[in-house]
């Protein structure tokens, strides 16, 4: 079956411009998180949601970050006013979390931002 | 304070060299411990949970381990291809995933 997808793949703005990251969960997955990898540092934890439940927004690092799911399926991670310390790879994961216990997440390919 | 630790940053191992990677945490209750395979340019590829302590896990030529402490990613007879990054995360008992930065293996020919 289909895995995770992210759109675009890359994505070059000019510093100050917003930016929408698209991630397409695997189908029947409930949970869905969102990553930052920079270079040379582990995974950094964004923000992650569960079915219809209020999200964790712990891990946004400010207030120019946001993110939204639809429909418990697509979801949009924006950032806002775009700095140089925002590029990184942005990844996706989904999990058939239907419990409070833990499942694997399954990656998306991630969108590569760079901020000029 | 949780946190999890991957030892070596980087490994070089000849061709059918046998060797170990750590994964090292301390966390408010473990929920899972998850090893993944990252390819450069791609993301993080699932390769096994491990969620109690004695727990193992065997897939080809990678067997992972788990104790109180740490887990082992064991790499029997590596070939080329097992070339990656091996990411370490734990999930923990407040519902937050930690991963650790990586352990970078190249296997020579």
């Known amino acids: 079956g289909a895995g995770v997808s992210q759109s675009p793949s890359n994505k070059v703005t000019e510093k100050g411009k917003d930016v929408e990251l698209r991630c397409d969960p695997i189908?029947?997955?409930?949970?869905l998180y969102w990553y930052r990898q920079s270079l040379g540092q582990g995974l950094e934890f964004l923000i992650y949601?569960?079915?219809?439940?209020?999200?964790?927004k712990s891990g946004l690092p400010s207030d120019r970050f946001s993110a939204e799911r639809t429909g418990g399926s697509v979801s949009t991670l924006t950032i806002q006013r775009t700095q140089q310390e925002d590029s990184a790879v942005y990844l996706c994961?989904?999990?058939?979390?239907?419990?409070?216990?833990?499942?694997?997440?399954?990656f998306g390919p991630g969108t590569r931002l760079t901020v000029l | 304070e949780d946190q999890v630790t991957q030892s070596p940053e980087a490994l070089r191992l000849q061709e059918g060299e046998s060797s170990s990677l750590n994964c090292s945490y301390t966390v408010s209750g473990l929920r899972g411990l998850f090893w993944y395979r990252q390819d450069p340019g791609k993301g993080p590829e699932f390769l096994f949970t491990?969620?109690?302590a004695g727990e193992e896990k065997e897939k080809e030529r990678l067997k992972a381990t788990l104790t109180k402490k740490e887990s082992f990613l064991h790499i029997t007879a590596p070939k080329p291809e097992d070339s990656a990054t091996y990411l370490c995360a734990v999930a923990s008992l407040g519902n937050q995933f930690y991963f650790g930065t990586g352990t970078s293996l190249t296997v020579i020919p």
């Open positions: 994961a989904s999990s058939p979390d239907r419990s409070r216990s833990y499942n694997e997440q399954f």
């Open positions: 949601f569960q079915g219809n439940s209020a999200p964790d």
């Open positions: 491990l969620y109690s």
């Open positions: 189908s029947g997955h409930t949970a």
